[in-house]
């Protein structure tokens, strides 16, 4: 008895006309139909009239459900794998399902179609031959600041994701960090209200309609051919824009801005000037 194939089932991240001819075939076909959260994929199976049955399998139950997913496909059904938007597998579940068909000698397939990293990277104006995705940052703000300071020499576009609630710490920590780069912010990427800021992150914090939705973000990499001041300049300046009665850290803000630095920079080349 030959055994069943795992398909790694691309779904549509707003759109529901985004989906391939084939990813509606499979889904119809297979024998079950894994999702993050069924009520989701509920919607794009009802546009498309397909009755195949679902099981949830998201985060919190992957482990527990895959020894029955395996035993399926061990069996010869097949099983769809879907995720909310987009592919699956990335900042989404399933690979420990799917390490776990492959190990068994399983025949993992995927169904390709859309990508949410891909679509903001190409209509960012800052995509090039590579580019590196780093998933959600994390939740808290030193921890936040830590991660894209690992990020911070990177010279590849970076993509990454945010949630609507933490959009504006995230972008605020990451211009402290990397400094006053040039972004794009891609919100609700497919859907009605579908929104793409492009600019330096503060003009972009301030150019956004709206903090509700799902966000993808591109960053552009460190350049190698910025102005970069000395720390003797950078006293310099200091002194003379505190004489306008600006705050330290307004001071060091204004500066980081300027020369497209972040705030932490700013602060050790003053800390080497004891200010």
């Avoid at 679509?119 to 995509?127: C, E, F, P, R």
């Avoid at 911070?152 to 990451?174: G, N, Q, T, W, Y």
Wanted: proline content about 5%; hydrophobic content about 40%.
């Amino acid at each position: 008895m030959s055994k069943g194939v795992l398909y790694l089932v691309s779904t549509p991240i707003g759109n529901l006309e985004d989906v391939t001819f084939r990813a509606i075939r499979i889904l119809g076909e297979v024998a079950l139909i894994a999702a993050e959260d069924t009520r989701r994929t509920a919607t794009l199976l009802h546009r498309y009239k397909i009755d195949t049955p679902t099981l949830s399998l998201h985060q919190h139950n992957e482990r527990q459900r895959t020894p029955a997913i395996l035993s399926r496909l061990n069996a010869g059904q097949c099983v769809a794998l879907v995720t909310d938007a987009g592919t699956p597998l990335l900042s989404d579940p399933g690979a420990y399902l799917v390490k776990s068909a492959l190990a068994g000698g399983l025949r993992v397939e995927s169904i390709p179609g859309a990508s949410a990293i891909l679509s903001a990277l190409v209509t960012s104006g800052l995509a090039q031959d590579q580019f590196t995705f780093a998933g959600f940052p994390p939740n808290r703000s030193n921890d936040r600041k830590k991660w894209f300071l690992s990020l911070s020499k990177e010279h590849r576009p970076l993509v990454i994701f945010e949630a609507p609630h933490r959009i504006m710490k995230c972008l605020a920590d990451m211009a402290d960090t990397l400094g006053n780069r040039q972004i794009a912010v891609c919100r609700e990427m497919t859907k009605v209200h579908e929104e793409l800021v492009i600019g330096p992150i503060l003009e972009a914090m301030s150019s956004l309609s709206s903090k509700k939705g799902e966000f993808t973000i591109v960053v552009s990499p460190q350049s190698d051919d910025r102005i970069k001041p000395t720390n003797e300049q950078i006293l310099s300046e200091f002194n003379q824009i505190a004489n306008k009665k600006m705050t330290r850290r307004d001071i060091i803000r204004q500066i980081a801005k300027k020369y497209e630095l972040s705030t932490r920079s700013i602060y050790r080349a003053l800390e080497d000037k004891k200010i």
